[in-house]
């Protein structure tokens, strides 16, 4: 389990990361997301013990990031921004240089090496040097290299980036698939990434976690009014207008008329479904309705106006 | 050690990987050879005396030449993150870079051997002492060096500036002797004490000091931790 305290961290004036807190459970996969420099990876890259806090504490079950730097790394896994690799070593030279690091070596590292190519795809090219290695590969590669030494906890960030959609769905895969085992911190900076691997959500803006749940409860807590875009025929702009008096739940916004047809927007709460009332208010007044289709507001509006909300306050 | 083992054998395939070690060994080779065969035969002295004062003046630019890229080229391509992040202790890795480089310098070095062979093999009267203890103070002094190159690999991710300083910062050590008589002198014994050629020309003469052993290490330990005190401090930014 990770347990994030307060956690803050400054470059010089700039307050990258404002005392944000939050937990996951082990076998959780957690998508952290947020606009490029939002703050996330400055995070993964203090849970790594890369930087170090300004303030607050980072736990890993009982250690702590700052006294127990190389235990805590010991259990990690973690694939950096941009995937840096030694491109003039091959494959295999490259895991058996960071499994030696963690102590695997021999009959060790070859039931290790043969786990990584097995999971992460790579039986092409073992022997081939990274720098000959497509960019979908080096992605695994870097993949395998954290997870090398079977790590209970793996941190990516922006695991899919540059990647095309089919490497993007079979790295997906790959990632729910090691989520049953293993507790997977990944952040992304585009929601459709992230919504379709994890478990939970948290949204980071301007340093600061604005939403944490997962998706279903993101949008019930989110989600504002319902539009509902209606075209009729032959409707009195009074009647429109003045539905509220006969359709309580329901507020006029908009109308818009072009060639006899009129385009109107009401709004209810997303609660509430009045539209069988709208309905037979329409045929009272002799509508002929073309068209309804109720607007309510996804994921990605949520996820828009909450990292742009701030935005205009700064 | 076997964390510094495992740093020192990547660097070392990353050298030899390359074109880089090949052609810094020839460069270094030629050179030397040029200068030293060049007299050697017009004084008619048995001894290594021209390639051991020629030697210091090519490790000025060939050291921070292979040391630049050490630590640099990991800031540079972000590799350091990865580095960072494994149960590695900041000083196993600068020391397994520092002996890496170390080695290439003892292999150019090696490589001057065959001076050596020819003198023994036309000359008379081979002083084999004062070419070991010569030999010595090269290897010393390449040492210091190395750690010099490698500290200014450390401040930056760009390898033509750690060249650049490194190249200054050695220039320094070697000219300090030469600035002698323009300094006062209650402080000309603190400036020939720094001053990297004096303690070379002691060990070159055949005298083995303890206080010129403890320059030459404790510049090389003053420079590794500085190294490391520089990775440090990047991770409190």
């Known amino acids: 389990m990770i347990k994030v305290t307060d956690l803050s961290k400054n470059y010089s004036t700039v307050e990258a990361v404002k005392s944000i807190s939050f937990n996951i459970q082990d076998g959780e996969i957690v998508g952290f997301l947020g ?59 490259y895991l058996e240089f960071l499994a030696g690091i963690r102590k695997i070596i021999g009959r060790k590292f070859k039931e290790a090496l043969s786990r990584v190519i097995e999971e992460c795809g790579l039986r092409g090219v073992v022997h081939k040097n990274i720098a000959d290695c497509s960019k979908g590969y080096r992605q695994r590669i870097g993949l395998a290299a954290a997870m090398i030494h079977d790590p209970k906890i793996l941190i990516l960030d922006e695991p899919v980036t540059g990647l095309d959609p089919n490497q993007i769905v079979e790295i997906r895969g790959l990632i729910k698939q090691l989520g049953k085992e293993k507790l997977v911190f990944m952040s992304s900076h585009i929601l459709q990434e992230i919504q379709a691997t994890v478990d939970r959500i948290m949204i980071i803006n301007q340093g600061e976690i604005v939403a944490n749940g997962t998706s279903d409860e993101l949008m019930s807590n989110f989600m504002g009014n319902v539009i509902l875009n209606i075209e009729v025929k032959g409707a ?79 | 050690m076997h964390n510094i083992r495992i740093i020192y054998k990547r660097e070392l395939h990353e050298y030899f990987n390359s074109p880089m070690a ?78 890496a480089g170390f080695c290439l310098i003892l292999l150019g070095l090696g490589a001057t051997v065959i001076h050596f062979i020819t003198l023994v093999s036309v000359g008379t009267n081979v002083d084999y002492g004062a070419i070991f203890s010569g030999y010595l103070g090269l290897a010393l ?97």
């Not at chain 1, 607050?56 to 006294?67: A, C, P, T």
């Not at chain 1, 045929?283 to 996820?303: A, G, Q, R, S, Y």
């Not at chain 2, 048995?46 to 490790?59: E, Q």
């Open chain 1, 35 to 93: 606009a490029n420099g939002a703050g996330k990876t400055t995070t993964l890259k203090m849970m790594t013990g890369y930087l170090v806090p300004t303030s607050g504490q980072i736990e890993f079950n009982d250690l702590n990031i700052i006294d127990d730097t190389h235990e805590i790394q010991k259990q990690i896994g973690y694939l950096p921004e941009l995937n840096p690799l030694y491109t003039e070593m091959r494959v295999y030279e």
């Open chain 1, 236 to 314: 009195a702009p009074e009647t429109i207008e003045h539905i509220q008096a006969k359709v309580p739940s329901v507020k006029f916004v908009s109308l818009n008329t072009s060639n006899d047809i009129q385009q109107i927007q009401f709004e209810y709460g997303k609660d509430q479904d009045p539209r069988e009332d709208i309905f037979r208010y329409a045929v009272e007044n002799h509508w002929t309705i073309l068209k309804m289709t109720p607007h309510t507001t996804n994921l990605e509006d949520i996820f828009r106006d909450l990292t742009t909300e701030s935005d205009a306050h700064a």
């Open chain 2, 141 to 237: 002094m390449g040492a210091m060096y190395t750690a010099v190159g490698i500290y200014a690999s450390s401040v930056t991710d760009n390898q033509v500036v750690a060249f650049i300083i490194g190249v200054f910062l050695v220039l320094v050590f070697y000219m300090l002797d030469k600035t002698l008589v323009f300094v006062p002198h209650s402080i000309a014994g603190i400036i020939q004490f720094l001053a990297v050629d004096y303690h070379l020309s002691n060990i070159s003469r055949g005298v083995i000091d303890s206080r010129n052993l403890i320059y030459f290490f404790s510049m090389i330990g003053f420079f590794i931790f500085l190294t490391i005190q520089t990775l440090e401090v990047r991770r409190w930014k």
């Open chain 2, 22 to 99: 090949y052609i810094f060994l020839v460069i270094f080779a030629v050179v030397n050879g040029y200068f030293f065969t060049n007299t050697f035969f017009l004084f008619g002295q048995s001894d290594l005396r021209m390639l051991f004062d020629i030697v210091p003046l090519v490790y000025l630019f060939f050291i921070p030449a292979v040391s630049m890229g050490l630590i640099a080229r990991e800031n540079n391509t972000g590799t350091m993150e990865t580095i960072s992040t494994m149960p590695l202790n900041t000083y196993e890795f600068v020391l397994g870079k520092f002996l």
